[in-house]
């Protein structure tokens, strides 16, 4: 069994900054790409950030310049740096990892992390 678990979701002010923390857990061979997307109330959920085991980070122009994607590989764990936050950026923010459990690949999702933008 592996488990996805999202941190660091909350209130924050126009401007301001956030970090979110996503831990991946159980039953782990071995982790191939890791991402954020986020889901806004009465939208589609969208793709935020994507990042490939020893790839490059890719964004959508939306976020691009002030969301940062990371990965500590030791820690099963990534993170999304939020600057220059927007009252259009809140959603809900869900963790995504393709993970290898040893006997196959899926995707794996974490039960997301609401974020709020507002003064």
């Known amino acids: 069994q592996v488990q996805l678990v999202e941190s660091g979701g909350g209130l924050v002010q126009p401007g301001g900054s956030r970090r979110l923390s996503c831990a991946a857990s159980?039953?782990?061979?071995?982790?191939?790409?890791m991402g954020w997307y986020r889901q806004a109330p009465g939208k589609q959920r969208e793709l935020v950030a994507s990042l490939p085991s020893g790839g490059s980070a890719t964004y959508p122009e939306s976020v691009k310049g002030r969301f940062t994607v990371s990965r500590d590989n030791a820690k099963n764990t990534v993170y999304l740096q939020m600057n220059n936050l927007k009252p259009e950026d809140t959603a809900i923010y869900f963790c995504?990892?393709?993970?290898?459990?040893?006997?196959?690949?899926?995707?794996?999702w974490g039960q997301g992390t609401q974020v709020t933008v507002s003064s």
């Open positions: 995504v990892a393709d993970i290898n459990n040893g006997r196959y690949v899926s995707r794996y």
């Open positions: 159980g039953s782990i061979f071995s982790i191939y790409a």
